[in-house]
């Protein structure tokens, strides 16, 4: 039985979470729908009419059987990356999987289908509908049909943060993924009816929370299906058990999804497939269910879509002409764009290099020379689209990679990006003051970007007439990455080591939260540890924020500090520096006067003495200590003790105590002392025992 209920206020829209998270809802559909129509007053008895009209297209299509056309039907996509440099940045290869997973859903390809229980095993649907990513943007300029933007609007998921980045509606399928869909949300779209009309131009699409958009990445294969959900509403699919957005409400039953094979339900959030809510066996499986355990379209629901694709409300027919899928490049992608990227562009000999082909579109074939000799080719994207390269030879590298298909070739490559490094076998201490030649064998510059990057200014220096300076100057509020490595640095014999920097910075007069972080890395970068971060919004700046560019011009608009690292996983032949800065449109950055010094505290100071028997412990606590620390012991017995204190040089800088001790429990406390490690040296009985404590 069918209970045809067409009223907007039900019929608009709604959001799926598949895999519940945290606090995420199901849907958003009140608030959305409530928020449309509040922006848009009238349109609620437009929405109506035209859900009567496509109503009544969809009757007539499947009367005619035009549903049982085999013709597959494209629609072209674009998504729109809204981020703020978090981890809804995702990346391409995340959009390139949830494309995938929508195909596979849509074309009943999913290895999971053979789960279908028998009742509804024979109704499952291919739907005969294709989603592509489109090639060409709607100048008709190459394009690889994902666009990013940068904004704070990322948790704001409505209308403000689609302006963004939107392209014609009746041209693309447009997807939004953010930090945020709103309401707290996985994500969200409207049924046709409900933006047939101007109101509903800056609005239609979907919109995904990132973590629920495709398998990988920050997504996962629980929450994949999110978007297979909400392309059924965005053709004109309800839930199956109505118009609502309340699964398990026993008042359902008198509701209906408007198709013929799907059996009438209260709905379900859980995967209870004996459930039979409504006087027989619900379709539990559904996609268009909330049950954690979709698997399937019906025969019905196809039929329904292919109509709302067919229809002309909301412009939906105009995306699957073969005018408008020329002019979005998705029938026969042109190679029209050739490039490579990697993680890190040095390390050191016999560590790999990872590289990432970005070309767009239709590579078949790969061709890559590393530059060292070595090569490879091959149509497998499994070995020949991102390969792994190890070098064997220190020095600088020009890597060239050439991606064809039966129409064309193109070629990319970037003179020396790649740098090798032996093991460093020179001891600190190390000074950077960049008055000598630059740029040098010391550092090593990373700029994916291809843009400005570090250079040497005589405008500005701490000391002598030189520093470095990182042009990010600009009115743009887009994100721009320059990284600036150390070559290799030999700390396997050392206990501690200190870094002194200066740096220089100004906002704008209206902040921007451009970042500095500083990492050091053992492995000789192969992964890093982030030690300090500071941002435009507060710790980065050391001068009045001011919209002209910015360059220091006395030594008040200088900072420095010293950073200490003691971390055992550091103190190796493969010690290196990273500084990262992030430009987000604000002012230019300067650096001078890094010096790298180090010490083997504890050999300093109880080199060739004799241990304290091992069952002999005194605790320094806090440790680290910010303030005073305090040294804790317990004599067993009458006994004499010498207490001292030295610094990272093995100089004695305290005698904490030198008495002669009662049996029971002894407290001393050690003076605050500056910033570094320290080595409290216990005696008794010609013994002697030490301990590190840090300061911070």
Known sequence: ???????????????????????????????????????????????????????????????????????????????????????????????????????????????????????????????????????????????????????????????????????????????????????????????????????????????????????????????????????????????????TNSPGDAGNCDFDDNVDDTPNTVGYTACDLDGESCGSLDNVQNYMEYSYCSRMFTLGQRDRMRAAITSNIAERSSLITQENLEATGVLDPALCVAKYTVDQNSTCVGLPIQFHDRSYHGVTFWSWNFGDGTSMEGSDPEIYKNPTHIYETAGNYTVVMTVSNSASSLSYSVENLITILDYETALPPFAEGFEDAWPNEAWVIFNQDGDLTWEITPSASVTGSRSLKLRNFSASTGEKYDELLSTTYDMSAMDTIYMTYHWAYANKLTETEDRLRIQVSGDCGQTWNTRRTRTGFNTLTTANATNAQFTPTTDSQWSSETLMFTNSDWMTEGFRVRFEFTGRGGNNFFLDDINITASDTVSAVIQSVSELPNNFTFNIYPNPAKENALIKYNSVGSERVTVEMYNNLGQRIAVIADEQLAAGNHIWELPHQSAGVYMVVFSKNGFRKAQKVIFE
């Not at 067409?6 to 199901?26: H, I, K, P, T």
Request: include cysteine.
């Open 1 to 243: 039985m069918k209970n045809i209920f067409v009223a907007a206020a039900f019929a608009v829209m709604s959001v799926l979470s598949f895999g519940q998270s945290e606090n995420v809802l199901y849907c958003g559909q009140v608030g959305r729908t409530a928020k449309l129509f509040e922006d848009h007053p009238g349109c609620s008895h437009q929405a109506d009419i035209a859900a009567q009209d496509l109503e009544q297209w969809t009757q007539d299509f499947i009367s005619e059987g035009r549903g049982g056309s085999q013709e597959i039907y494209i629609i072209p996509v674009v998504f729109h990356i809204i981020h703020n440099n978090g981890p809804e940045n995702i990346s391409d290869d995340q959009v390139y999987d949830a494309i995938n997973v929508l195909n596979r859903d849509f074309r009943m390809l999913n290895e999971d289908i053979s789960v279908v229980i028998p009742e509804f095993a024979g109704i499952t649907a291919d739907i005969g509908i294709e989603f592509r990513l489109a090639s060409l943007d709607p100048d008709g300029n190459c394009h690889s049909g994902i666009n990013r933007v940068q904004s704070t609007l990322t948790t704001e998921g409505g209308d403000q943060m689609k302006a963004l980045s939107i392209w014609p509606r009746d041209m693309y399928m447009n997807v939004w993924v953010c930090a945020d869909a709103g309401d707290g949300t996985a994500g969200y779209t409207f049924t046709p009816n409900s933006v047939n009309g101007p109101w509903g131009v800056g609005s239609d699409g979907i919109v995904l929370r990132h973590d629920y958009t495709g398998s990988i990445g920050t997504s996962s294969i629980f929450r994949s299906r999110t978007l297979t959900h909400e392309c059924g509403h965005w053709l004109n699919l309800r839930h199956t058990w109505g118009p």
